[in-house]
């Protein structure tokens, strides 16, 4: 394995660490204290300054307005954005549109990419994926009760969803829906496109979470989908395979996730070192000599250069076979790098004190937005059961 960094990349990445404390890093005291909405024009005339770098939605294809950027290449990028949570959002290539992007351009029809993919990659409009449901585990991603029946020429559509990322505000949903219920487990839902402002699609609250409700991109939106009517030729790629088309966007998605941790894991450590570097316990008694603090200082520099290498592991096999080919590898680096991620995180809580806990610092953003790495994209524990699974097939334990 060969993970150097073409030269090219490197002066692309150096522009870009820039780009992030000089242009992002100074709008994290806004974000964490006024309305995200209220930040938008901000927001905006940084995603414009990321255009005219020719950097806006790098992960996608040049055909339709992306940088093209190799999925190992966008993976390393996708560290140096991490660093701050408005990253990705100011590149374009933010959850869940980065996925949406994705599955539309593999599964898309013409007419989707142009009405949909084009103005998603260029930044004119948001979007949502909608397939977890309150009464329905979400581990399980072949159960669900929504349906989408055939009426005439039109999908009708009824059911409930939740922690649909950023409805509020965004242009269209992305469905998963039961249209063959008699067929096998695999086969029974499809993926259908609802534009937002259609009749019937109501967003019934932005859900708190950890004591924010949020609003916008930074929302998870409760759903009702009530007799929503669209045409039949928003279905996305072929009737019945929605739990395949998710399949193929949370195994790259997984891996956009956790290079994202990697960067948050990089902040923290630095707040965390020079925290530890400054800060006086008592007259020349700095923080950083206590054996504790440098034993911590140890462990996250191990667990995350650990965990970066696992995440290029699995982005290089996914470049070099596929994703189905690397699941294994997905699924060890997706709780692997969730639980670097937390450890990392409250470590630099822990070595700040009372200040940890406030919004002072971007830590206490970390911690409320990032504890749901370990449950969203499946959790650790469905995670560790496909690797250990897989592993014992091998010693001849099948089932
Ligand atoms: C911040 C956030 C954003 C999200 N964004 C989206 C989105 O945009 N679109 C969307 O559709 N969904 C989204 N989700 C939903 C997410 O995908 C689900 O929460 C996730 O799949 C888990 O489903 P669940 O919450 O129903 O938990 P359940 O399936 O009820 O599981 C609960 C717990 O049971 C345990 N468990 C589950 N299965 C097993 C097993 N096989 N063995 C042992 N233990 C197990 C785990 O500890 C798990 O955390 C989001 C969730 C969060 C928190």
Redo the contacts with the bound molecule.
Sequence with gaps: MDFSIPSHLDEKLRIVRQFVVDELFPLERELLTRPFRELLPAFSAAREKVRRLGMLAPHMSTEYGGGGWRFIEHAVLSAELGRSPLGHFAFNCQ??DAGNMEILHEFGTSEQKETYLRPLVAGKIRS?????EPD??????VWIATTAVQDGDFWVINGR??????ADGAEFAIV?AVTDPEADPHSRASQIIVPCDTKGFKILRNIP?MGHAGEDWLS?GEIAYDDVRVPCANILGRRGAGFHIAQARLGPGRIHHCMRWIGICERAFDLLCERAARRDLAPHDRLGTKQTIQSWIAECRAEINAARLMVLQAAWKIDREGARAAREEISLIKFYGANVLMNVVDRAIQVHGALGMTDDTILSYFWR?ER?A?????????HK?VVARRILRGYGLTG
């Design positions: 959850a869940p949502c994926f909608s397939m977890v329905y585990a979400g581990s399980n991603p969803k939740w922690f649909t990322s950023s998963m979470v998870h937005h749901a370990r449950i969203y994209d499946g959790p650790d524990e469905v059961s």
